[in-house]
Structures are given as structure tokens and as C-alpha cells.
């Protein structure tokens, strides 16, 4: 049965409605972030800046030290990023291939380790980064990332890994490739999109949060961008808004070109992982 013209149009402003949503904090940033200082104390402020100047981004870079925050901040995303992946996928091939008492504990916990909010862990992770010495340091945070991201990243790759048929792998032994082999040219290759977007999510996930990094760096030269941005809000709550804005929406862009760069890969990739054999 086709779709009715009139319904066809309903989905289509529905979306087109869903996707302003979505759009219109990141463009009202952008906004603020052009704007001068008469402007933003304007009564009646527009969309589009009456008198745009980058006086804001030359404030932000002159007031805090961005860049540095930006390289401690990819620094931590990528090695989360990696280091999630390197673990997760020999896990979550094993979770998904051999259904045990172990496997199925392993699945619980993850799903149970997903109602912990941030409060009740940052104690404990405290103490235990205080006993290794890694408190206030890039390499204790990234340890932090990777346990923090695990648990998603067992979660998307064992749906992966169902979805690729076991057929394929019994037919390769048959074909004399050893167990090695076979994970090395018919099963990682299949694997690839899903890897692909469990480690961008990690990477976004750890480019964005703010909670551990506060906590567990102290040190102004450790700081992640997103610690470095709430230096634009006074002590007594007052945000210095126009380089706050231009400090933000330069922080979002590495999330949005990584999107884009690779949207029809973690289509493909989600959906993939949504389907199991």
C-alpha cells in the first residue's frame, strides 16, 4: 500500500520540524558567537548579527589557553577511543559466539553497570586512580574513558557480531583457514563498520564529557577543553558570553565533521548491529 501525499507530508515536516529542534541551539551559538557586545545586550536580538566581528574568538584564544585544552582533549578521546575498541571486539566476539554462565554474566553487568550514574563511581574512581598515581594525569583519564565507554562498546559490537552469519566462518575452516585466519579475512573485514562506529561513539562520548575531567584534574596545563570553557563564567555566575559562545561552537565542531565525514558509515553500521542472526 502506498503512502498517501498528505502523509508523505506529514513525515516530512514532522522531520523537517525534528531537525530544527536539533539545529537550533548549535545556530543560536553560532549566532552569539559573531555578535558584538552591543549586540548581546540588545532587548530585541535577531538571528543573524546586525554587525558580525571576531573580536569574540580573538577574546577566547587571548583569555584561555584553547588550543592546549583542544590537544589534551583529543589526546584523551582518541586513546579512550582505541584502547574501547582494542578490548570490546575480542569480548564481544566471544560474548556473541559462546553462550555460557560467564558470557550471560558478563551481559548482565553490562546492563546493570548502565543505571550507575556519575556520582555514585567518581569516590571510588578517585581512590583507586590516588593508589596508581594517575590522579591529575591524561593517562588516568583516558583508564577512566575506557571503563566508562566498555560496557556501550560491548553492547554495539556482540550485535555485530550476530549479525554476521556463523556459516561464513564454518565455511572458511572447511576451506583449510585456521581459526586465526578466518577472524583475520572473513570476520574483522565484516566487522569493520560496526568498529568504526563503536569507536567514534566512544571518541564523542570522550570529547564531550566534562563530570570526570573536572574531578580528576587539577593542574591548569591538564585540563580538556570542556573544564577550559566554564573559565568563561565568573565567581559570582556571570558568563562573559560572547567568547563563550566562540570558545563552544568551536569545541563542536570536530564532533559534527566526524558525523559527517562518516554518516553513511554508522547508518550502516547501526543497522547492522540492530539485526541478529
Known amino acids: 500500500m502506498r503512502t498517501r501525499p498528505a502523509a508523505r507530508a506529514g513525515q516530512y515536516a514532522a522531520l523537517l520540524a525534528y531537525l530544527s529542534f536539533l539545529a537550533f541551539p548549535f545556530l543560536w551559538l553560532v549566532s552569539v558567537a559573531f555578535k558584538p557586545a552591543r549586540e548581546l545586550g540588545s532587548l530585541h536580538p535577531t538571528w543573524i548579527p546586525e554587525h558580525p566581528t571576531l573580536a569574540n574568538f580573538r577574546q577566547a584564544f587571548d583569555e584561555q589557553p584553547l588550543l592546549h585544552a583542544a590537544v589534551n582533549s583529543l589526546l584523551a578521546a582518541v586513546g579512550a577511543a582505541v584502547v574501547a575498541v582494542v578490548v570490546a571486539t ?56 575506557v ?6 562498546a560491548l553492547w554495539m559490537l556482540v550485535g555485530h557480531v550476530r549479525a554476521v552469519p556463523v556459516e561464513l566462518e564454518e565455511a572458511a575452516a572447511i576451506d583449510g583457514a585456521g581459526r586465526l585466519r578466518t577472524l583475520v579475512s572473513v570476520t574483522a573485514p565484516l566487522l569493520a563498520p560496526g568498529i568504526a562506529v563503536t569507536g567514534l561513539f566512544a571518541f564523542v562520548t570522550a570529547w564531550n564529557e566534562f563530570f570526570f575531567a573536572l574531578v580528576l584534574l587539577k593542574s591548569a596545563r591538564q585540563q580538556t577543553l570542556p573544564v577550559v570553557l566554564t573559565h568563561f563564567i565568573g565567581a559570582e555566575g556571570v558568563a562573559d558570553l560572547g567568547p563563550l559562545a566562540a570558545a563552544a561552537s568551536l569545541a563542536t565542531l570536530p564532533s559534527l565533521v566526524v558525523f559527517a565525514i562518516v554518516q553513511r558509515r554508522i547508518t550502516g553500521g547501526v543497522l547492522a548491529g540492530a539485526v541478529k542472526s
Open 147 to 152: 571503563v566508562w565507554a566498555l560496557p556501550f
Open 90 to 145: 575480542p569480548t564481544a566476539y566471544v560474548m556473541a559466539r559462546r553462550r555460557t554462565r560467564l558470557t550471560r554474566a558478563v551481559s548482565g553487568w553490562v546492563v546493570v553497570s548502565q543505571a550507575f550514574p556519575f556520582v555514585l563511581v567518581i569516590i571510588p574512581l578517585f581512590l583507586v586512580l590516588k593508589n596508581l598515581r594517575l590522579i591529575d594525569s591524561l593517562p588516568g583519564l583516558v583508564l577512566v574513558y
